[in-house]
């Protein structure tokens, strides 16, 4: 349809012989960037449900440099979508948008900006002229003519705002944060979201959040996830990643995912930039972030926060820049697993009360008050006078590659009584030789082992390995046994290959023949654990016949009882 043809269904000046709902107004969405829409689609459901009286089409703005994936959104939320230029036939009664560069058509309607983000707090680039602008202000002509509406979530904005732009006198409306809300509203269901997200049982979540450009988190660091993974024990933190849209939309998820295989290959959760991540911000235990709303969000809900980044774009005198003194940095080459446990052991919820006090305006009611304004611009009365639903956040889904080979540090003092050996996992895709702590000691009991999953991709990782894992319990022992004959026949260079069983318990068999039953306190399935303990008592020349483990991983400790099952093989010996 050209644009010049005026639209039928379901707006336009001959619509209503074509429609089959007729409502009194119209409602036009501007949808420019993947940001901003999605900001809208998350409040609007909420304000006009069930209401036949509005009509909403939404209307696509191409122009923006991160445009890239807006069309998408739209159709696989079943919008109905019009060109921007066809805006001014569908004779919209107030145009709803989340994006403050739109180029408004003529006329009279008043235009409602929310904010993407967080007030007033960056400096971004203008895409209408050279140099920066204030993000989330609209043009001065737009405020000129009468007809914008800046929706705000602190009166210090409106402050802030009259001080850079004279223009946007009277032109804001004070109705909170939406998206804070939602937020603050799901906040008791985090281990819910952690579960949902595959975190186990016992282990700790880290966020890492990054905004865009240069000297975001991701921009400035793109090895930070690999480094943070290496650092951190794999039995004890998972790591998940909340990544902005406008870097999805201004690169691509291939480059992103290429920029991060290490990471990923590591166990690192990149989490869908659309709508899931607030759940997963809910479920952190600690925020490592930088100058973006996120990380700001993440404080605000009383979690642990360092800061890897922080940009000059960053607006002085904003929630933002309060943040930016408030939280401690981030030393990425530093010890960041002893920084990442000492946020998290003494960093207080209340720690940033002030700072949230600046970003938001009586949390809690911005969408009674956001409707509110909504139909007062629309010029019909709300509906319902009971408030709109408020909704808990959808519950994530699990992302992320399984890790399949790890770097195994172990520690063995056999006793009289129970031998106690301590295990050490890192992902092995990120940690190298010689930089994830002490070397083997033999006189203190400290061994190091490459232990791989069968399913581990990389083939010379499988053929370099000392411990092979089964990918899968084995359904019965004979299946067990069968296939660790099978594995140390193929592969020489291992020294145990150990499996679950499904009924229960492990078999570990080792290259001389012995088959050692191991039996662990607690619901693991993991045959890593076991495995690691026998491989700790081999190498430190400790009986492996009825003996008892007390296995050490982080803070948990669990029983392993081992039991020798088969003798060697005459002439044979451990290697």
Not at 87 to 99: K, N, W
Not at 337 to 349: D, G, H, K, N, Y
Not at 538 to 563: C, H, I, M, N, Y
């Amino acid at each position: 349809m050209h644009a010049s043809q005026p639209l039928r269904v379901p707006v336009g000046t001959d619509a209503g012989r074509w429609s089959t709902f007729h409502g009194e107004k119209t409602l036009v969405v501007a949808a420019r960037t993947v940001t901003s829409t999605v900001r809208v689609l998350e409040c609007l459901p909420a304000l006009l449900r069930g209401d036949g009286r509005v009509t909403v089409v939404f209307a696509h703005d191409p122009t923006s440099a991160f445009n890239d994936g807006v069309l998408d959104l739209l159709h696989d939320a079943g919008c109905r979508v019009i060109p921007w230029e066809q805006v001014g036939h569908a004779e919209p009664d107030l145009i709803l948008t989340a994006s403050e560069n739109i180029d408004v058509p003529d006329g009279h309607c008043p235009v409602l900006v929310l904010p993407h983000g967080i007030g007033f707090q960056k400096k971004v680039p203008d895409s209408r002229a050279p140099g920066d602008r204030l993000s989330g202000v609209v043009p001065d002509s737009l405020l000129e003519s009468g007809r914008a509406w800046l929706a705000i979530s602190h009166p210090g904005q409106e402050e802030q705002l009259l001080s850079s732009h004279p223009k946007a006198a009277g032109r804001t409306l004070l109705v909170g944060d939406p998206c804070y809300d939602e937020l603050l509203g799901s906040a008791d269901r985090a281990g819910s979201y952690r579960r949902a997200l595959g975190v186990p049982d016992g282990h700790r979540l880290v966020v890492l959040s990054s905004t865009w450009g240069p000297t975001s988190l991701i921009g400035q660091d793109p090895g930070l996830a690999a480094r943070v993974l290496a650092a951190l024990p794999y039995d004890e933190f998972r790591v998940a990643a909340i990544v902005h849209p406008n870097v999805w939309s201004g690169h691509g998820s291939w480059q992103i995912r290429n920029l991060l295989a290490p990471a990923l290959d590591a166990g690192l959760m990149l989490i869908p930039h659309i709508h899931a991540w607030r759940s997963a911000l809910v479920a952190a235990e600690v925020v490592v972030g930088d100058h973006g709303s996120v990380t700001l969000y993440g404080a605000a809900l009383g979690k642990p926060v360092l800061l890897g980044a922080y940009g000059s774009e960053a607006v002085p005198g904003t929630a933002v820049a309060a943040l930016g003194r408030a939280a401690p940095r981030l030393d990425a080459h530093g010890d960041v697993r002893e920084q990442i446990a000492s946020a998290l052991a003494t960093q207080r919820p209340e720690r940033f009360a002030t700072v949230t006090e600046d970003a938001f305006d009586r949390p809690g009611g911005a969408l009674p008050r956001l409707r509110t304004a909504l139909y007062d611009l629309l010029g019909l009365a709300e509906p319902d006078p009971a408030p709109p639903q408020e909704r808990f956040l959808a519950e994530p889904v699990e992302t992320g590659t399984p890790v399949t080979s790890w770097r195994v540090t172990t520690t063995a003092a056999p006793g009289h009584g129970p031998h106690a050996v301590t295990v050490r996992r890192q992902p092995a895709a990120v940690s190298r030789q010689g930089e994830d702590g002490p070397g083997e000691d033999r006189a203190a009991g400290r061994f190091r082992h490459l232990a791989c999953d069968e399913r581990e991709p990389d083939r010379r990782v499988v053929e370099s390995a000392s411990v092979l894992l089964r990918g899968a319990p084995a359904p019965s022992a004979a299946v067990g046994l069968r296939w660790v004959g099978e594995t140390l026949d193929r592969l020489p260079g291992c020294r145990l290959a150990a499996t679950a069983l499904t009924g229960g318990g492990f078999l570990v068999g080792l290259r001389d023949g012995r088959i050692v039953e191991a039996a662990m306190t607690g619901p693991t399935t993991d045959p890593g654990l076991p495995a690691a303990a026998v491989y700790a008592l081999l190498r430190a020349s400790a009986p492996l016949g009825d003996a008892l483990v007390a296995l050490r991983v982080g803070a948990r400790e669990q029983d392993v009882a081992l039991r020798l099952r088969t003798s060697p093989t005459p002439g044979s010996a451990p290697r």
